[in-house]
């Protein structure tokens, strides 16, 4: 059992500990030439000085602008085990990260926290935009299950991390 709500700053070591976790989890791949010293590399990123304020920056935000989506779920023992971000855009809108303790996968927590996700965005139609890892199978099997597909050529590496990613898309209602 889990509860969803927007995070507070008392919560942010608890939100970088869950995301750092969640890439070491999932990222490394030797197929792709990610390994896990460079993903371990790639995290301090989030809990250095720099990753602490925008992460404060963002759950701040997540108070103040009402086209910013930040959502935690947190389980029984008041651990963060997921959270869930996205923006309105003019053009389109973006889930920009959705990320799972592993001891939750299966548990539809995914689930939850992406039709909260919906519901912020009401009757807006406009395409929504993520990207994910090209080897990232699970979240992409989870991302067709929501109307998602992959947008061909499209493939890239993450900026500095290397980590080839992918961008899919959910078509909008425009008409």
């Known amino acids: ?9 008392e919560d942010m070591e608890g939100i970088i500990e869950m995301h750092v976790q969640s890439w070491l989890d999932v ?16 995290v301090k990123r989030f809990t250095n000085d ?3 304020r925008k992460r404060r920056a963002y759950i701040e935000e997540a108070h103040t602008n009402l086209d910013y989506f930040l959502r935690i779920a947190k389980n029984a023992d008041n651990k963060v085990v997921g959270f869930i971000d996205g923006r309105r855009r003019d053009d389109e809108n973006e889930l920009a990260g959705l990320y799972l ?3 939750e996968y299966g548990t539809g927590l995914a689930q939850d926290l992406t039709d909260q996700f919906f519901t912020w965005l009401g009757n807006d139609k ?6 994910v890892a090209t080897y990232n199978d699970r979240a992409q099997a989870f991302y067709r299950k929501l109307g998602f597909a992959i947008v061909p050529g499209t493939e890239r590496p993450k900026d500095t991390t290397g980590i080839p990613i992918v961008e899919m898309i959910r078509k909008g209602d425009k008409a």
């Open 1 to 9: 059992m889990y509860t969803i709500t927007v995070p507070e700053v």
């Open 27 to 42: 990222y490394p791949n030797d197929q792709f030439g990610v390994s896990r010293e460079h993903v371990q590399e790639s």
């Open 50 to 52: 720099e990753g602490h």
């Open 101 to 103: 303790d592993k001891s």
């Open 126 to 131: 406009k395409d929504v935009r993520l990207t």
